[in-house]
């Protein structure tokens, strides 16, 4: 098979292929190089393609493979990681006109394990500005692979579209209120968040320091899995980073689901949501069932007092990672992000201890949940595959806002695990992903199940006509 018929497989997949000198990862890099170089003029995913320092670590990559040392199933495998995660010599904008001249001198944790890994990392990819809502108004935002008119996602938009459309095998994205599932829902891709402090945010520009989390997002769980068993685990230099052994994530995937519990709260899940999204929540939870899984009627404690709660928290901690150059340049802010980082600074020490006692109750909620499941299923937004057009009214109406949140920033508030998996189509023709989220660290039982499920369908392996 020609390398450049190679662009849809599997990053485990193509990782396999090249360890086994079946292909060379000088020629795939170069014909994924080649992909960018053709489809991306159109697609805005990346920011800073790594051309040179690509094609350098693949032949060193060849190298190594050819000499017999393995390094792990990313080794050789072309990569790319969101623009707010440093790389070193290369731009590291976050979205914003105000870092343009910014270019570390050391990698982000992240990327230095996965170069450290032998993956290839092909780029930078396009964000929204800060990582918040929207992209800064001097920069041309990423396009939906499926359909131009069909919003890409926020904040990775640049991660989502890249891995639907063959661009990179793998990318890393992160997510502060939702932004590894939203483009991976919006693109058709599997994105995994894992639980705070599984991964080190050194060298990563902060959104909100306590909300952030960075993750995989790629073409399955398998594949995510991969990816997050080797950038995960503790960092001498980020101490939030939690001192687990990280598990073999490709180890002991049964292709079943018995023995798993997974929790459903109707009500909460189909109130308000749509007819596309309702569905392929429903087709999840009948697959897990037929792959053996209990499904359990639950009662998800009421997110209603942490989403509204989500926005304060979070400008008051970008407030925080913003106060040397905002407001002092808050000319170079576009209107989102300069909304945001106000409001933090409007709240009171008061207002903050609130929320601070309030997502600690509700924390302490979540967790007595997972006491009696091992995971819940909800949809990824109430709304499937929604337009530009819908997406643009956001601001104006709080329906959107909420139905946009609800099954997301409750999760980076409690810190939880999740896995979004492409479950169906909208009636428009856009991805519909829906969400399994995990008790803390144990993103092995994601893996399992979003395996499971994907070995018995086909909605991961379909991809848009470019």
């Known amino acids: 098979m020609a390398a450049t018929d190679l662009h849809y ?5 193509i990782g396999q292929k090249l360890q086994a000198k079946e292909l060379s990862s000088v020629e795939v890099t170069k014909a994924l190089l080649g992909r960018i170089d053709e489809l991306d003029g159109k697609l805005k995913s990346f920011a800073y393609v790594m051309a040179d320092s690509a094609l350098a670590e693949s032949a060193a990559a060849e190298k190594e493979i050819a000499s017999g040392k393995i390094k792990g199933p990313l080794h050789g495998v072309p990569v790319a990681v969101k623009d707010l995660c440093w790389a070193k010599g290369a731009p590291a904008t976050h979205g914003m006109t105000i870092h343009r001249g910014f270019r570390p001198t050391e990698d982000a944790t992240v990327v230095a394990r996965l170069k450290d890994a032998g993956a290839i990392i092909l780029g930078k990819l396009q964000q929204t500005e800060g990582a918040y809502a929207d992209h800064h108004p001097k920069i041309d935002p990423p396009r939906n692979p499926w359909n131009a008119d069909l919003w890409p996602g926020a904040s990775s938009s640049g991660s989502g579209v890249a891995t639907a459309a063959g661009l990179c095998f793998g990318s890393l994205g992160t997510d502060t209120g939702g932004s590894i599932r939203f483009p991976s829902a919006a693109n058709g891709v599997t994105g995994l968040k894992p639980t705070w402090g599984r991964v080190s945010r050194y ?13 995989p997002m790629g073409r399955s769980a398998v594949d995510c899995g991969a ?9 001498p230099k980020d101490t939030t980073a939690v001192p687990l052994a ?34 392929v929540l429903a087709e999840g939870l009948r697959v ?3 792959l053996g899984a209990k499904i359990k009627e639950i009662a998800f404690p009421d997110p209603k007092a942490i989403i509204d709660d989500w926005f304060p928290l979070c400008g008051i901690e970008v407030a925080v990672a913003h106060e040397d150059t905002y407001p002092a340049r808050k000319d170079e802010y576009g209107p989102a992000l300069a909304g945001l980082i106000d409001l933090g600074r409007q709240q009171s020490g008061m207002d903050y201890q609130k929320i601070v006692l309030r997502r600690e109750a509700f924390r302490g909620a979540v967790r ?9 299923a909800i949809p990824a937004q109430a709304f499937a595959a929604p337009t530009l057009a819908k997406m643009a009214a956001l601001g104006e109406d709080a329906s959107l806002i ?4 609800r099954f997301t920033c409750p999760f980076d508030m409690t810190g939880s695990p999740t896995v979004t998996l ?3 189509f909208a009636a428009n023709g856009g991805p519909v992903g829906f969400q399994f989220v995990g008790r803390h660290f144990d993103e092995a039982c994601l893996v399992r199940a979003g395996d499971a499920f994907q070995r018995v369908t086909d909605w991961h392996k379909r991809h848009p006509a470019i």
């Open 368 to 376: 007595a949940l997972f006491e009696t499941v091992d995971l819940l």
């Open 203 to 215: 060298g990563a520009f902060e959104l909100a320091a306590t909300l952030d989390h960075i993750g």
């Open 402 to 405: 909420g139905g946009l949140l």
């Open 422 to 424: 492409p479950g169906g």
């Open 246 to 279: 990280v598990p073999d994530y490709l180890a002991g995937l049964t292709g079943d689901l018995r023995g798993v519990t997974i929790g459903v709260d109707r009500r909460w899940t189909s109130e308000g949501t749509d007819g596309d999204a309702a569905k």
């Open 9 to 13: 497989l599997g990053l485990v997949e």
């Open 288 to 290: 897990a069932a037929d």
């Open 227 to 235: 990816i997050l068993g080797v950038i995960a685990g503790p960092d």
